[in-house]
């Protein structure tokens, strides 16, 4: 099983639609992070999260909101979809700040 | 500022070719991070490599290379007799401690590589 598990795996939705995506992670990480990959902008951090009582925004943090359910859940919620939030998302674990991220394999979210 | 430049968007190279993905970077700090990651086609991220900057020597691992030099804030990253599965896109990433006593981590935008056979 994968350490760092997304779900959907993909998922077309409306302009409008209130949409979660959802990770888990089996690492035993207290850190996560949401990041969104566009075609020459690299990642780019949503929000990060050090552990259930303490969330952070990123750098694009508008539109998105987040949950910490439990050390190893951390869902990314978009209230109300719009076109320019299609991407390729990724969920991140790590242990310390300065030790490599442990990916998933990625949300594909098209919105129309 | 924080920043990581990987300034070639896209390279091309023949199978069995050596190839070098370039990334300087920019930090305040004396004490930090930097790390590679390949995603290949498949879309996943894998990590490659960490070092700090307290450590310039240079690391070989099989046919990948890493050149760090903190003289030119670069972090190079040199395949050897490149292969048609090198073809992904690689990134760059710097981590570095903050005033608020956390460490902020920042990508750059990738390099995608094409080994042709």
């Known amino acids: 099983d994968a350490d760092v598990t997304q779900t959907p795996r993909n998922r077309i939705t409306k302009t409008g639609k209130r949409i979660m995506l959802e990770c888990s992670q089996t690492?035993?990480?207290?850190?996560m992070y949401w990041y969104r990959q566009d075609p020459g902008l690299g990642l780019r951090l949503i929000y990060y999260s050090f552990d259930v009582k303490d969330i952070n925004k990123g750098e694009i943090s508008d539109g998105y909101s987040v949950s910490r359910q439990a050390q190893a859940k951390f869902s990314l919620s978009l209230e109300s979809a719009i076109p320019n939030q299609t991407a390729l998302y990724f969920c991140a674990t790590s242990d310390r700040g300065n030790q490599p991220q442990h990916f998933g394999d990625g949300t594909r979210l098209s919105i129309l | 500022a924080q920043k990581v430049t990987q300034a070639q968007t896209e390279i091309s190279v023949v199978e069995k070719e050596d190839v070098t993905l370039d990334c300087v970077y920019e930090?305040?700090?004396?004490?930090?991070?930097l790390f590679w990651y390949k995603q290949p086609p498949s879309g996943e991220l894998v990590f490659l490599i960490r070092?700090?900057?307290?450590?310039?020597q240079n690391e070989i691992s099989g046919r990948y290379s890493w050149n760090f030099q903190k003289s030119t804030s670069s972090f190079n990253f040199t395949i050897t007799a490149s292969q048609v599965v090198d073809s992904a896109v690689y990134f760059c990433?710097?981590?570095?401690?903050?005033?608020?006593?956390?460490?902020?981590?920042?990508f750059g935008t990738g390099t995608r590589l094409k080994v042709l056979a």
């Open positions: 690492k035993g990480h207290d850190r």
């Open positions: 930090t305040r700090d004396t004490t930090y991070y």
């Open positions: 990433a710097l981590s570095e401690y903050t005033t608020s006593g956390t460490y902020k981590y920042i």
């Open positions: 070092r700090n900057s307290f450590d310039e």
